[in-house]
């Protein structure tokens, strides 16, 4: 029901667009975030956005680098990425919740699968 596109292999100071295509309706009533796992590590919270997009949230690590917005039109969500570093290497998962409170504790109500970044130095 969320499907994650735009992954790849860039270099250390470059950019990415990740975006999530969501089935779920109707997409203007959930909540959604994105969230990365590094190898070996555990999945953490990167990002999440209200229902009207008037409201974002960062993890502290991305802030001033990366951006969600979403276009409920087109039933996506995107993470743009700038200043990318090595340490972002992870896979990218999006995911749909209830609540905001909810997306940013890790229990939303639907995950998506993975897009995997790689960043060079």
């Known amino acids: 029901q969320l499907q994650a596109s735009g992954g790849g292999l860039v270099q250390a100071g470059g950019s990415l667009r990740l975006s999530c295509a969501a089935s779920?309706?109707?997409?203007?009533?959930?909540?959604m975030g994105w969230f990365r796992q590094a190898p070996g590590k555990e999945r953490k919270f990167v990002s999440a956005?209200?229902?009207?997009?008037?409201?974002?949230y960062y993890a502290d690590s991305v802030k001033g680098r990366f951006t969600i917005s979403r276009d409920n039109a087109k039933n996506t969500v995107y993470l743009q990425m700038n200043s990318l570093k090595p340490e972002d290497t992870a896979v990218y998962y999006c995911?749909?919740?209830?609540?905001?409170?909810?997306?940013?504790?890790?229990?939303?109500?639907?995950w998506g699968q993975g897009t995997l970044v790689t960043v060079s130095s």
């Open positions: 995911a749909a919740g209830d609540s905001i409170a909810g997306v940013t504790a890790m229990r939303p109500a639907y």
């Open positions: 779920l309706r109707p997409f203007s009533s959930y909540r």
């Open positions: 956005i209200s229902r009207s997009g008037g409201s974002t």
